[in-house]
């Protein structure tokens, strides 16, 4: 097999395995959505359908990137990912891990706060506020502008930083779940947790339906950090109020329909 055969292969495994991840996910807890919550995606099917579609085409976009860098990976030994566990010290697996939730949280808080400004926002992020309110299926609907912003990051800090490969996959398995239940309108986490000192630090889905929320604040994707240091960080959402508010403005929405077809 000549190489751009082999690379474009790579690719459209990597295309394959991030959607069938995103559908399986996604799927999942909008399953437990149902379950759990019945009636709350109710009358959004159609959103739906749309956060599916950019999903899917995002996935393209996070394929491409992944699967040559994969194919240089395992031909020319490119990157800094590594199989023996103890090439590095024990410590360093969960340091890594860290590292690359901090500094994927830093280029997507910058980046994001710089697709709020009104021109990239109307090219590119008004897509993903398109959701209102979002569901778990709107973890990567995307426009692909952006979906190219988040498209890079692992593949290029790959290169910069060392991981076990089994650590860069729970980094993948974080950002996935994230994505997810960040968007998929309730609170996964136990009050404690989202309320308490980790609460302070770190981002679930009561932090992030503040931004769908009210747009200026918010940032981050896993981190408050940034947020507070920037003065950005606006506190949790409330899904209780958020709900009954979504559902008085159905209720008014139905009342002047009714009018409209009295009048
Ligand atoms: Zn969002
Ligand atoms: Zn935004």
């Known amino acids: 097999m000549t190489a751009l055969a082999a690379i474009l292969l790579s690719a459209a495994a990597m295309t394959a395995i991030v959607g069938v991840r995103y559908l399986l996910t996604s799927g999942a807890f909008a399953l437990a959505t149902r379950a759990t919550r019945p009636g709350l995606y109710v009358g959004l099917d159609k959103q ?119 650590a860069l996959g729970l980094v993948l398995a974080i950002m996935t779940l994230m994505g997810v239940t960040n968007h998929m309108g309730w609170e996964v986490f136990p009050k404690f947790m989202v309320e308490g000192p980790l609460g302070r630090w770190l981002i679930t889905a009561s932090h992030h339906q503040r931004h769908h929320e009210r747009y200026g604040c918010n940032y981050g994707l896993y981190f408050r950090f940034w947020d507070r240091v920037c003065g950005t960080d606006d506190g949790l959402g409330n899904f209780d109020a958020a709900a009954r508010r979504a559902r008085a403005a159905g209720a008014a929405g139905r009342r002047l329909a009714g009018r409209d077809a009295q009048g």
């Open 48 to 166: 739906i359908a749309r956060e599916i579609r950019w999903s899917l085409a995002s996935a393209a976009i996070y394929g491409v990137p992944a699967g040559i860098v994969a194919w240089g990976w395992r031909q020319h030994g490119w990157t800094q990912i590594y199989e023996d566990v103890g090439a590095y010290p024990l410590w360093y697996l969960p340091v890594s891990v860290f590292l690359y939730l901090f500094a994927h949280d830093t280029w997507f808080y910058w980046t994001h706060r710089w697709m709020h400004r009104p021109k990239p926002f109307k090219a590119a992020h008004a897509v993903h506020h398109a959701s209102r309110p979002p569901t778990a299926w709107a973890a990567m609907a995307f426009h692909p502008i952006e979906a190219l912003t988040g498209a890079v990051v692992i593949p290029l800090l790959v290169f910069a930083i060392p991981i076990h490969v089994a």
